[in-house]
Structures are given as structure tokens and as C-alpha cells.
């Protein structure tokens, strides 16, 4: 625990105006990020007597051990730039929303040549247009398969509608007239896209027009007999009518909206939002956090405010956006809203009327939400307090374990040999703190000298870390420290920035897939760093044994301990992670070619090959005024490309294990010698690569 007055800055060193200020721990990692209207006033708050702060703040200025600013011209800048670093570094005493579930939207992909309409989740994409969220999947697809009987919009992958359009045959909606068939030219692109726009204006709102329309058509229709169009659009008004009963009107005056309520206690906020367009309850989501910081109710508003519309602009933002308390001060706010939307956003508190009533029942949805919420988790969390203490006293520890770090190694007959290191922080995963490895060490299959590898690139990083800091002073030469961790991207992650991502600090405890020899291993590789003060434990397959260093007899949990239950929840993840990348690594060498090694051949001209070939077999046997033939070819890349042909040994023939038979390379693949990756290996999306 550190003294604040440790990292005082001198009186006067503090500019008196806008900026923002981060708060970073003794590993550099950022824990705070605020923003003030005068830097100078704000900080000073931070740094009073330690008895006259919230418990949660001094906790905070105990945890820190530096702090700095910057300096903005306004405040509208100072509330940009402190949700773009509240979102790069994921300080954990700041108010983060946590979306209790992962919200559908209705989707028309409007940057395709044929748009498509879909269900849609995650991150929304340049130049689609999102309507929702919903409450539910099957609620779209309901909706959809109502107003496709009059906007008879695409709905089909792009596999789906390549292969109609090779075949030339549409798809079963394409037959029963629930899809124009574009894929067949039934329509040009040109009026499939108008077709898309309807939709959407009609998903956005614009109803009435829409019916007036078809209704205008029917009475044509039975004026001059032709009775079974007449039908047809009477069905069509009937089912834009029962998709717009599935959201009631809740405001007469058409109004476009966002309602946002509040429902909080001392430790913890849930926050409701009812997305209202053209006077119907569009969508509706719901947020919950932990108050790790004294904060407001309008503190509160401000965050939910920077979450909703931090990446949103144009008529993502709507005009007016109604709230229980307003941000303090309010102008900032309002001028960045105004902003983000390109014009007037009026943020207000409703008074009266039918917007006030509305802003009750969303009221009651956050108050329903936050108790629900309560009601879960005070089980898990007793759970959870309840397994980390079992294993604390199991393992003879000082204190509960709260951080665990979890490893395996995983290979296939000793080749493609990788491990796992997975994260568990309060006896939850940490996902984003996961990192894989490749064993660079050695050659074969050694699962005690992987471990020991692994564990010692781990904390040599750890010290590395540490003697950047000043916190550490070890006389370990830079290459032993320069290991690789990598993020998803390839990006290596050495910058001093603050991000959580870097691992610059210890768990409490080590747990390894295995018995004695890979607890040894562990040990042993802690002990040559010098480091002391974290515990080792594996837990063994077989009997589910716990087995500590040193140690002539395993510790035996019982069955029914949560403490048993959380050490096989973290190995088993552990498997899992590592048992992924490892097949990740096979499949990648399994697809690889004699033409990757060729420079500057792309997948474009790979693929070009074998169209022109049809198999890697016949490329082989090409001569190079053949392969010259090739679009794209040149005789130089020709020539190369003979030579690494020529150079890679063919692979055994395929043989059918049912006749015996040996059975020649397909037309257009490349057998199992290897097919360039155009479809690419399964995606990994969270861990770091090392």
C-alpha cells in the first residue's frame, strides 16, 4: 500500500485548467482515468487526509504510485480523450458497463452490390445500417419474415448466392417470392438496392407511406377486377401492420429518442436504455457495473452517455436523449452529443406527460435489472470467496489466491509442441490476459523441460518488467529478457503505455497441468529467478490430485470442494486454450505448399495456378513456357517456381482405406501435399501469442 504523499506532485506543478489525469500503479499499469475542468482543484481532492475520502477512492491514491496530466484546450476535448483512454486501458477503479448480454441488431449491409438483410452482433461496420437492438434473435427473423412478402430483400450468405448464381437457380425464398432473386437476375442491382432502401426506411420508421401506397394499389386492383392482386396486397398491409404492432406506440408525437434510467445502491448501478424512433420502443439494452469509484448519479449518466454514443454519429445519435440526472457540468456534454450527431441534441430531464411515464416504466426495468443482478451474483460471489479461501488453506497460503495463472503443454506426438498460460482473477477468467507459446527450447516431446521453458520466459518478463521500473535490479543480459509476447495482431507488446495487456506483475499462484515432475520443473525455474513469493501447485489428471513442491504425498481435496471445483475449472481451461492453439499450428502446416516459398506469389496467382493445372500434381509436371501461360505469370517467377516444385518431395499418395485403392489428387486441390490457406486456420480470438 502506497503513501499518496509518496507521489505528491510540488504545489504549483499542477496547471490550473482543462485537462485530463491518469493515476498508474507501481507496475505502470493505469488504474484512474478522470478529466476536470481545472487540473489544479481536482487533484488536490485526491491528496487531502486519507480519513476524509470515500473508502473506494482511498483505496484508489493507495494503490497508485504516480500520477500524471495533460492539458486541453476545453472541456468537450477532455471528455474525448478521457473515454478514448478509459477505453484503451480499462483502468480498473473507472466505471465500466458491462452489457449484460450481447444485444442482436437487425442489420442491411447497404455496402454490398446486393444488400443483404441479417442478424448482426458486436462492432457495428462502416456503411451498414443497424435497427435494434433486440431483445432477442428469433424476434428479428420474425420481423424479417413478415416484410419480406413486400420488400423481398436478399437474405442469403455470400456462399449461397454465388452458388445460386453458378447454378442458375435461386433459393427456396427466391421461388415462393419472399426474395427477388438477384443472384439469377430477376432484378438489376439497381432495383434490388432501392428495394434495400425501402426497407430500411420502413424499419427506421416511415411507415405510412408505405401503406398509403399498397392501399391506394389494392383499390386499383379491385376497381378493375383484378381480384388476385387486390388479394396479395391486402396480405402485404396485413403483415406490415402485424410487424408494426410488435412495437407499440408510446408517444404520440413520432418522437425520436433515447430514454436512459438509472437504479443504484452503494456498491453497484444498472442502467436501462429504451431506444424509441418514430414514437415505437425500437430496442432496449441494459447495462450493469460496480461503483469502484464515488461517483454521482450523473457521473453515472455521463459514462452510460460516453459508452452509448462514444463511436456513434449522424442519426445513431438522436435528437433528444432523456435522462434522470444530468452530467455536471452539463454544456460539455451537450456540445459533444451535438458533435457526434452534426447537429442539436437536446439532453433534459422529462417533467411531464407521456415521456415522463415512460421514463418510469424504463425506471422500473433498471430496478428490476439491478436486483436480479444482486441475485445472482451474491451466490457466485459467496462461491467464489468460498473456493479461493479452501484453496488458501489446502495450500498453507498467506492469503487467498487472487490471481491464478494456469499452464499446459500440449503437442501431437511431440510435434507442433505450444503451451498455455490462462489468467483467473477473482475466480473469473480474464481472457484478455491469456497468452500462448511456442517451445523454442528443444526439439521432440519433453513435457517437464516445456514447462520449465515456459515458466521462465514467463517471469524473466516479469523481471524485466521490474527492473524497468526501478523495483527490480538483476544482472540478466537483455537477451535473455527480450522474449516475444505478441497481441493477436503480431504486434509486439514492449512500449511502456500503461495497457493491462503487459504482464508487469505476479499472481499468487502457479498451478500446472501434471503431477510432481511438472510441479518440480516450475519450482525449480522460479527458484533460478530468484523468486520467492509465489506458490507452485499441479493438479494431476488421474485423481485429481494436488501435488505442491517438495511434497512426498499429493493434497487431496474432497469431491464436493468448490476449492477442488476451481482448480479444475482453471486446468481444464488451460487445456482447452492450449489443446486450440496446437491445432491451429497442425491445420496452418498441414494447408502449407511448395508455393509459399516462393517470394512475392500471392494467394490471387496461387489460386490462378491451379485453376489454369488443376492440381499441384500437374503443376509439377509443367514446363515453364506452360506455366508462362499463366495471366499474371512471368518467366522469371516461372522459373522459380519450377525450381521450389522440384525441390519440395512429393507427398505418399492418398490411399482409400476401405479397397486399398490409390486414389489420384482431385481436379483444383492440391492434395495432401497442400493447399495454399485461403480459407485460414480457425480463428483464436483471445490470447497473445509468445
Known amino acids: ?3 499518496p504523499s509518496s507521489y505528491r506532485p510540488v504545489p504549483g506543478q499542477i496547471p490550473d485548467s482543462p485537462g485530463v489525469y491518469r493515476f498508474r500503479d507501481e507496475h505502470r499499469r493505469v488504474i484512474y482515468v478522470g478529466k476536470a475542468k481545472s487540473l489544479r482543484q481536482r487533484l488536490a481532492n485526491y491528496f487531502q487526509d486519507l480519513a476524509n475520502l470515500h473508502p473506494r477512492t482511498r483505496t484508489m491514491v ?10 486541453v484546450s476545453t472541456e468537450v476535448e477532455a471528455l474525448q480523450l478521457e473515454y478514448s483512454w ?14 449484460d448480454k450481447s444485444y442482436p441488431y437487425l442489420a442491411v449491409t447497404m455496402n454490398e452490390e446486393f444488400p443483404r438483410v441479417q442478424v448482426m452482433r458486436g462492432h457495428k461496420k462502416k456503411g451498414v445500417r443497424y435497427f435494434g437492438p433486440y431483445g432477442h434473435a428469433w424476434a428479428i427473423r420474425d420481423t424479417v419474415d413478415l416484410l419480406l412478402r413486400v420488400f423481398p430483400v436478399r437474405t442469403c450468405s455470400a456462399g449461397v448466392f454465388k452458388n445460386a448464381a453458378r447454378t442458375g437457380r435461386p433459393c427456396l425464398l427466391g421461388y415462393i417470392g419472399k426474395c427477388s432473386a438477384p443472384c439469377v437476375g430477376r432484378v438489376s442491382a439497381d432495383e434490388h438496392r432501392e428495394l434495400a432502401e425501402e426497407f430500411s426506411d420502413f424499419m427506421a420508421g416511415r411507415t405510412g407511406t408505405y401503406l398509403r401506397r399498397l392501399e391506394k394499389q389494392m383499390t386499383e386492383a379491385a376497381e378493375e377486377m383484378e381480384y388476385e392482386r387486390a388479394a396479395r396486397l391486402r396480405d402485404d398491409i396485413e403483415a406490415l401492420k402485424k410487424a408494426m404492432e410488435k412495437n407499440a406506440v408510446v408517444l404520440a408525437d413520432a418522437t425520436d429518442a433515447d430514454l436512459i434510467a438509472v437504479a443504484e445502491d452503494e456498491l453497484e448501478a444498472a442502467v436501462q436504455i429504451f431506444h424509441v424512433r418514430g414514437g415505437r420502443v425500437r430496442g432496449q439494452r441494459g447495462w450493469v457495473t460496480d461503483k469502484v469509484e464515488e461517483i454521482t448519479t450523473g457521473a453515472l449518466v455521463e459514462h452510460a452517455l460516453q459508452q452509448l454514443y462514444g463511436e456513434e454519429t449522424g442519426d445513431s445519435v438522436p435528437k433528444e436523449v ?13 456540445d459533444w452529443l451535438t458533435g457526434r450527431r452534426g ?5 433534459r430531464i422529462p417533467q411531464r406527460g407521456d415521456k415522463k411515464a415512460l421514463m418510469e416504466t424504463v425506471a422500473r426495468n433498471a430496478q428490476q435489472a439491478l436486483v436480479l443482478h444482486k441475485t445472482k451474483r451474491a451466490s457466485d460471489l459467496t462461491t467464489r470467496s468460498r473456493a479461493l479461501e479452501e484453496i488458501a488453506e489446502a495450500l ?10 494456469c499452464y499446459d503443454i500440449s503437442h501431437l506426438q511431440g510435434d507442433d509442441v505450444v503451451a498455455s498460460m490462462v489468467v483467473f482473477e477473482d475466480g473469473l477468467q480474464r481472457k484478455s490476459e491469456y497468452r500462448r507459446f511456442q517451445i523454442k527450447g528443444f526439439e521432440g516431446q519433453d513435457d517437464v523441460r516445456s514447462m520449465h521453458e515456459v515458466i521462465t520466459r514467463r517471469f524473466k518478463r516479469y523481471l524485466a518488467e521490474k527492473e524497468k521500473t526501478g523495483e527490480w535490479v538483476d544482472e540478466a543480459s537483455q537477451e535473455d529478457v527480450q522474449d516475444d509476447f ?16 503487459k504482464f508487469a506483475y505476479p499472481p499468487q499462484l502457479v498451478v500446472v497441468d501434471g503431477g510432481r515432475p511438472q510441479v518440480t520443473a516450475a519450482k525449480k525455474a522460479l527458484d533460478e529467478l530468484g523468486i520467492d513469493d509465489v506458490a507452485v501447485c499441479g493438479l494431476a489428471k488421474r485423481l485429481e490430485e494436488v501435488w505442491l513442491p517438495d511434497e512426498e504425498d499429493p493434497v487431496v481435496l474432497p469431491r464436493t470442494s468448490e476449492g477442488l471445483y476451481l482448480l479444475q475449472r482453471v486446468r481444464d481451461e488451460a487445456h482447452r486454450f492450449a489443446i486450440t492453439y496446437q491445432r491451429t499450428k497442425r491445420t496452418k502446416r498441414f494447408r502449407s505448399s511448395p508455393l509459399d516459398d516462393v517470394p512475392g506469389l500471392g494467394d490471387t496467382r496461387k489460386q490462378a495456378l491451379l485453376k489454369h493445372f488443376g492440381s499441384l500434381k500437374k503443376l509439377r509436371s509443367a514446363t515453364i513456357d506452360q506455366i508462362c501461360e499463366v495471366p499474371g505469370i512471368g518467366r522469371k517467377t516461372a522459373e522459380t517456381i519450377a525450381v521450389a516444385l522440384a525441390q519440395a518431395a512429393p507427398a505418399a499418395p492418398a490411399v482409400n482405406t476401405a479397397t486399398g485403392e490409390i ?11 497442400g493447399e495454399p490457406a485461403t480459407a485460414g486456420a480457425p480463428d483464436e480470438r483471445r490470447g497473445q501469442e509468445t
Open 1 to 3: 500500500m502506497a503513501d
Open 62 to 71: 493507495t494503490t497508485a504510485a504516480s500520477v500524471e496530466w495533460t492539458v
Open 86 to 99: 478509459i477505453k484503451e486501458y480499462d483502468p480498473r477503479f473507472n466505471v465500466k458497463y458491462r452489457d
Open 322 to 334: 432523456l435522462v434522470p440526472a444530468l452530467p455536471d457540468p452539463l454544456e460539455p456534454v451537450q
Open 343 to 347: 447537429s442539436n441534441v437536446s439532453l
Open 396 to 405: 498453507d497460503l498467506d492469503s487467498a489466491p487472487l490471481r491464478i495463472e
Open 486 to 501: 505478441r497481441d493477436a495482431a503480431g504486434n509486439t507488446l514492449t512500449e511502456d503505455n500503461g495497457r493491462p495487456k
Open 663 to 673: 486414389m489420384e489428387e482431385e481436379p483444383g486441390t492440391m492434395g495432401s501435399t
